[in-house]
């Protein structure tokens, strides 16, 4: 299985900081096809998972643009250009392009 | 608007057979991508997954639960299935039914609460 390690397992942030988070993966995520499938969600507090980044780099519907992800190949990094209170949660990276479909650990994010 | 709600027996003894429903709303299972599938989460931890279903009624399931899985739907009244059979405590979990487009899922239920336990 493909494994996914995110870091930090835990993230201190001020309202306004900019932060990231990454996500190694054991496998490159990159299929025959050139396809990408690495996703990034958020799980608020007592809330369920909801998709923020989608293929890499692709903001899910009504996700606000100071999310933002990148990489490639085996790295992968979600960045928070401008930490809000609601922001804060636990963040999982997820892969779809080998069987079966794994997530990270997470990381959570909280306020300093 | 798409919506999905999961349901289960909430408590249930060791090496009995896990039924979920997982119903939903704004978007059919009988159109070409679409899917559902399942998640679990024990209790602050991680995300598991357990299997998806596909419209053209393709099953793929994690092979880390082994045989003990078995995932189905009924397209008409827009609802998909989970079995798990001989649970047992390590089955405890908060369990999540989503819907896929293509190879993500994009929208989550709220989650249903089973504890396993004699």
């Known amino acids: 299985d493909v494994v996914l390690t995110q870091t930090p397992s835990t993230l201190s942030a001020t309202i306004g900081q900019s932060v990231s988070i990454s996500c190694r993966s054991s496998?490159?995520?990159?299929?025959?096809?050139?396809?990408?499938?690495l996703y990034w969600y958020l799980q608020r507090p007592g809330q369920s998972p909801q998709l923020l980044i989608y293929l890499v780099s692709n903001l899910g519907s009504g996700v606000p643009n100071r999310f933002s992800g990148s990489g490639s190949g085996t790295d992968f990094t979600l960045k928070i250009s401008g930490v809000e209170a609601e922001d804060l949660g636990v963040y999982y990276c997820?892969?779809?392009?080998?069987?079966?479909?794994?997530f990270g650990g997470g990381t959570k994010l909280e306020l300093k | 608007q798409v919506t999905l709600k999961e349901s289960g027996p909430g408590i249930l003894q060791p090496s009995q057979t896990l039924s979920l429903t997982c119903t939903f709303s704004g978007f059919s299972l009988s159109t070409y991508g679409m899917g559902v599938g399942w998640i679990r989460q024990p209790s602050g931890k991680g995300l598991e997954w357990l299997a998806n279903i596909w419209w053209d009624d393709d099953k793929y399931y994690n092979p880390s639960l082994k045989n003990r899985l078995t995932i189905s739907k009924d397209t008409s009244n827009n609802q998909a299935f989970l079995k798990i059979t001989n649970v047992d405590t390590a089955d405890t979990a908060t369990y999540y039914c989503a819907r896929i487009l293509w190879a993500h899922f994009d929208y989550w239920g709220q989650g249903v609460m089973v504890t396993v336990s004699s």
């Open positions: 496998q490159s995520l990159l299929d025959s096809a050139g396809n990408t499938y």
């Open positions: 997820m892969q779809a392009t080998h069987a079966p479909w794994t």
